[in-house]
């Protein structure tokens, strides 16, 4: 069997080139699946990264909805999320373990002579904390007194500060504007708290990085890194995050309840108006539910269906997002991708085994007369078998190596290329699948030319010309 093997290797190094090229495809098809894996592995991480960011699965939103058409003659009775659902839901139902009502608003900015726009400036009570995962880097939370007094307080989040008063990277030095006045819509309020800077994994590699290659940050002229806002941001959840600023619930109502966006979620566009709707009943953007155990979801949307509709007189104004539909869709995007990037580098392998055939029944051609000396000097149909079989595994084994060099190159490329945040991870299991792969269809590949090899007769072989 040695000498078998040794023959076959060293039939391949005669023929560098040519098994260079047979190699080809082999190389493709692995690297392709590797690289494949690894974007959707980095994605995936990114999404999830992002999912627990803002609060888990174990989150639900209750928004203000169109009414059902069979219920639309009841428009005018429509109440809309208000605090009464809060209420309701608290005492009702004992899988609810937080509520955070929430009272978005419009607003530009202002402080140090700049103005900017965040993406998002709410009223909130101070669960709001603990609801979306906020942590408070300095300063303090608005507390329960703030908000039954209508404070003009606020806690904003990096981007705010970045952009009013400069970033650490552009200045040298981070500025915490704890107890600094900043306008919102002209109306004065101190800040303070200011949450602690969020990123994803891929970013804050990014920055020790550029940290440890530069120790000493020195002064730009210009802005050089994201603000939260750049290409690589870490995804949308923390540019979010990042671009909050937080008011007590009930200084919004009082300031500012004719910008109550009360559909949608998202940047609302700010509305020239003063007019101050008549109503003695706040009325909520959307109202942040938390359960005590994802497992309990659909029996706790039922229990909550049933509770609102009670406190809305029977109109269903309202609707339910949960991140678990969010959760479902990274897993159904996820297994798609891997579908179909794993058909197409399938295809690739295909092609490089079709390779790998066509080059060894060739070489069969070339080496009959060598073939039918081995045969009739004692070599055995095994023997011939062995050896050919042999060559075209070790042209798949070596081109599965290249292939899995090629894949970390060309995830490194991507990795530096990439528009995003979510920076391709390679996994043992992908380079594992890919490499076996490539062994299997070397096997497949040579086993129809180690056959016509083996059953040749070696008198008419040695005829051949």
């Known amino acids: 069997m040695g000498p078998t093997l040794v023959a076959g290797l060293r039939e391949i190094w005669a023929h560098k080139f040519r098994s260079l090229l047979t190699m080809l495809g082999i190389v493709l098809g692995v690297s392709s699946l590797v690289a494949m894996s690894a974007l959707v592995t980095g ?4 999404a999830k990264e992002a999912l627990i960011a803002i609060g888990g699965l174990a989150r639900i939103r209750i928004e ?6 069979e219920q639309r003659h009841l428009a005018d009775q429509a109440v809309g999320i208000t605090l009464r659902d809060v209420e309701a839901l608290e005492q009702n139902i004992p899988l609810v373990t937080l509520t955070s009502p929430e009272m978005r608003i419009p607003v530009t900015v202002s402080a140090n002579g700049r103005t900017f726009r965040p993406w998002l400036c709410s009223g909130v009570r ?17 507390n329960e007194i703030d908000d039954e007094l209508a404070r003009n307080v606020c806690v904003i989040g990096t981007a705010t500060r970045d952009e009013l008063w400069g970033a650490p990277e552009d200045i040298g030095r981070e500025i915490i504007p704890v107890g600094e006045t900043l306008y919102i819509n002209g109306v004065p309020f101190v800040i303070i708290g200011m949450f602690e800077h969020y990123e994803s994994e891929q970013e804050r590699r990014e920055r020790e990085f550029r940290q440890r290659q530069q ?8 802005p050089q890194r994201d603000r939260g806002w750049g290409r690589r941001p870490g995804g949308f959840a923390f540019r979010l995050k990042n671009s909050t600023i937080y008011l007590p619930l009930n200084t919004v109502w009082m300031r500012f309840r004719g910008l109550v966006a009360t559909t949608g979620f998202g940047p609302p566009r700010l509305q020239a108006t003063n007019v101050v709707p008549d109503r003695a009943e706040p009325v909520l953007s959307s109202l942040e539910v938390k359960l005590a155990s994802i497992e309990d979801l659909p029996e706790t949307l039922q229990q909550m269906r049933n509770v609102l509709m009670v406190t809305h007189r029977g109109i ?3 609707q339910f997002r949960t991140q678990e539909e969010w959760a479902e869709q990274i897993e159904t995007f996820v297994r798609n991708a891997r579908i179909s990037g794993g058909l197409i580098a399938g295809i690739s392998l295909l092609v490089g085994g079709i390779g790998i055939m066509n080059i060894m029944l060739a070489s ?3 080496r009959v007369r060598e073939i039918g000396i081995r045969k009739s000097v004692g070599a055995s149909d095994g023997d011939i078998f062995v050896q050919i079989l042999a ?9 599965g190596f290249l292939g899995m060099g090629a894949a970390l190159g060309l995830v490194r490329l991507v990795s530096q290329l990439s528009p995003t945040g979510n920076e391709p991870i390679v996994t043992p299991l992908a380079l594992g699948v890919a490499f076996g792969f490539s062994v299997v269809v070397g096997i497949l590949a040579g086993l129809y030319p180690a056959v016509k090899a083996a059953r040749l007769n070696p008198i008419e072989a040695l005829r051949y010309e």
């Not at 203000?64 to 058409?69: S, V």
């Not at 101070?126 to 608005?142: Q, T, V, Y």
Request: net charge negative.
């Open 43 to 46: 994605m995936e991480r990114g």
């Open 64 to 69: 203000p909805a169109e009414l059902p058409a």
């Open 126 to 142: 101070p669960a709001a904390l603990e609801m979306f995962e906020h942590r408070i880097a300095h300063g303090r939370m608005f």
């Open 215 to 222: 120790p000493q940050p020195q002064a730009q002229t210009g």
């Open 316 to 318: 269903e104004d309202f």
């Open 364 to 366: 069969i051609s070339e």
């Open 391 to 399: 060559e075209s595994v070790v042209i798949s084994v070596l081109g």
